[in-house]
């Protein structure tokens, strides 16, 4: 991420990984940051990548 900061894909990815070995605090600072991209690199699949954090944030909010 320090190498591509707007890559949206692999915040969720990153996030991802977080939740799969239960690092929740992690995973959703993570999802977080995708809402705060303003340019991101690949505009293309910046809305499908917030639609996943989205799903994935809400998923874990409500697993608390």
């Known amino acids: ?17 977080y939740a799969a070995v239960k690092k929740r605090d992690e995973a959703m600072a993570v999802l ?3 809402f705060e991209i303003k340019r991101p690199d690949d505009p293309a699949s910046y809305d499908e990548d917030c639609t996943r954090a989205r799903a994935l ?8």
């Open 32 to 34: 977080r940051k995708v």
């Open 1 to 17: 991420l320090r190498l591509t900061p707007n890559e949206a894909g692999r915040h969720v990815a990153l996030a991802e990984a």
């Open 57 to 64: 944030l809400e998923t874990m909010i409500h697993r608390q």
